[in-house]
């Protein structure tokens, strides 16, 4: 199992930028996709953004594509969410999470075994 830890969330306005970071530790993550979710109250839990193992793919929630990256360093077991352009309705829990199985490309949030506590992401207009 892996272990992940967000950080960087906070509160922001529309327009500003925030970088969250997913530290891991326990088996190795190298060889899995990893993915962040995010949901607001009274909300499902949706799929941001995934990173394949060897960061030859990204797929993001068309919401936010242009304005998020993902990037992962397999060297310091880290994941990253940069996000510019911060929007009200990005205003969410944003979680990390790791696949359970290697080399398998997915962004369904059940393909995934490990998860974060979550870091809240504020907007505000």
């Known amino acids: 199992q892996v272990q992940l830890v967000e950080s960087g969330g906070g509160a922001v306005q529309a327009g500003g930028s925030l970088r969250l970071t997913c530290a891991a530790s326990?088996?190795?993550?190298?060889?899995?996709?990893m993915g962040w979710f995010r949901q607001a109250p009274g909300n499902d839990r949706e799929f941001v953004a995934i990173?394949?193992?060897?960061?030859?793919?990204?797929r993001y929630l068309d919401s936010v594509k242009g304005r998020f990256t993902i990037s992962r360093d397999n060297a310091k077991n880290t994941v990253y969410l940069q996000m510019n352009t911060l929007k009200p309705e990005d205003t969410a829990g944003y979680y990390c999470?790791?696949?359970?199985?290697?080399?398998?490309?997915?962004?369904?949030?059940?393909?995934?075994?490990?998860w974060g506590t979550g870091t809240q992401v504020t907007v505000s207009s």
């Open positions: 999470a790791a696949a359970r199985l290697p080399y398998y490309v997915t962004w369904f949030h059940g393909d995934f075994g490990s």
């Open positions: 326990g088996r190795t993550f190298s060889n899995v996709v």
């Open positions: 990173i394949t193992w060897n960061s030859s793919t990204t």
